[in-house]
């Protein structure tokens, strides 16, 4: 979103959650992962990026899972990085990949302490306003009162937020269907967040099929099953991005893709590519090929 960016996805213990549409603990050790171990991963990148430091704007940290779960990364590891990024001189913004349920106000509190300069900003997955669709086909384990509770804690610690939603969640959506899910999803985050006086940034991720996931395989078995259109992610985003939302798209299958993604949809193509890498650096506006 015309920031330089710096995502780090540290190695540690897997995600404490299996949702049915996410391989991503499939990469992570069962193993606990020392606080020094994951220092070290941490300073590895430091020296790698040396050159480019001074450019940065964000430092975006992630484990595929949530950093701010102290079982998976140890709350003193998460510290000195926070030290660290104070070090940061043109850094303004911190980004935590989290479940909601594991803010405490008192490690918030510590990091602001230690970066004074940079603005928290939370990043979720929120997936669906469906509860249906949450419980029974991602199997989120995550209500939404439960949602709204961690809302609450993100507003009382006076916190930015960006949020995924799932674009085309159920293996049984048509095109259409997919649309108005999503558009209500988006509507009804930014309720929630304006209720609160809570910064909302919108990643609007196209749905794909996990490699090995329950939900991949249920795909699988569901006649007429197809992966969202691109450009109809892409009318969507233009959408709220002319409502003054905050959206960006999520392109990336993360490695772990059997195939079934946006990119195997008819109408998709390369161009179609590099508009949404452009709409996401916030170099247009609009689509060109969504005009007509």
Known sequence: ?????????????????????????????????????????????????????????????????????PDTLPTEALLEIAKCTHELRRVRTFVLETRLEYLDERVIEQIRRLAPRVKINILTGFETHSPKIRDKVLFKRESLSQFQDGLDRVAANHLDLTAYVLYKPSQTMTDAEAFLEADRSIEYLIEECKTRGISLTIRLNPMYAAKGSPWAQIAKKTPNYSPPRLTDVMRLAEMKEHESIKIYIGLSTEGLDDGSNYQSREDYSPSLLRQVILFNDKKIGRFQSLET
């Open 1 to 69: 979103m015309g920031e330089n960016d710096l995502l780090i996805i540290l190695n540690t213990k897997r995600c404490a959650y299996q949702c049915y549409f996410c391989q991503l603990p499939a990469k992570s050790t069962t193993a606990q992962v020392s606080a020094e171990d994951i220092l070290a991963q941490f300073m590895y990148v430091m020296e790698e990026m040396r050159h480019s430091l001074s450019v940065l704007d964000r430092l975006t940290l992630s484990n595929e899972g949530s950093v701010l779960d």
